[in-house]
């Protein structure tokens, strides 16, 4: 079932699931290794859980619903910056969080359905497209190598890591959605 299904059924626990994963994209963000320019964050995978979870519409809505907590003043980005981190250099990284939720929830909702493989390589698409827009703003600040050195080269294994988490809890999470 996704999200659009869920929207028909229920849509209060549509809005409640969008701000948790709201909360939990703000909360991924403070467990960190604080690195340059670019910290190493759980955001990642609460990006691509939610786009597994909600599906495109509503992991989109979840990484806008965080990136307006940023906007409207609190300190939940990874470097506690407030709306500061939208001029930041990681600032493309934010604005790729909600384009990753949308596209790892759109590929799901045609093509994982209930399959680990599907999810995993959904939840990997996410994250390029993560680094996608995050080094492409990284590099108009560093230039394309360093943007590649510091904004994705550290962080391949990291997100491998959480691509594989996410794909394995992914179908979990979305029963418990479903029945509340």
């Known amino acids: 079932m996704h999200a659009k299904t869920l929207t028909t059924q229920n849509s209060q626990r549509l809005v409640v699931a969008v701000i948790f994963f709201a909360a939990l994209t703000a909360l991924a963000a403070q467990i960190k290794i604080q690195i340059v320019p670019v910290p190493i964050t759980l955001q990642t995978l609460a990006v691509v859980l939610s786009g597994l979870v909600l599906g495109a519409r509503g992991g989109a809505l979840a990484q806008l619903a965080y990136l307006s907590m940023i906007a409207v003043g609190m300190p939940v980005d990874a470097n506690n910056l407030g709306p500061a981190a939208f001029f930041s250099p990681t600032a493309g990284y934010l604005a790729g969080f909600v ?3 949308y596209v790892t929830g759109w590929l799901s909702e045609r093509f994982a359905t209930t399959n680990w493989w599907g999810h995993f390589v959904a939840a990997l698409t996410g994250v390029g497209t993560i680094y ?3 080094a492409s703003w990284l590099a108009a600040v560093i230039g394309w190598q360093n943007a590649w ?5 550290p962080f391949i294994a990291w997100d491998l890591g959480k ?3 996410a794909a394995s809890v992914a179908e979990s999470a979305k029963y418990s959605l479903r029945s509340g």
């Open 132 to 134: 996608i827009v995050g």
């Open 149 to 153: 050195l510091f904004g994705v080269a």
């Open 99 to 101: 384009m990753a939720a």
């Open 163 to 165: 691509a594989i988490v």
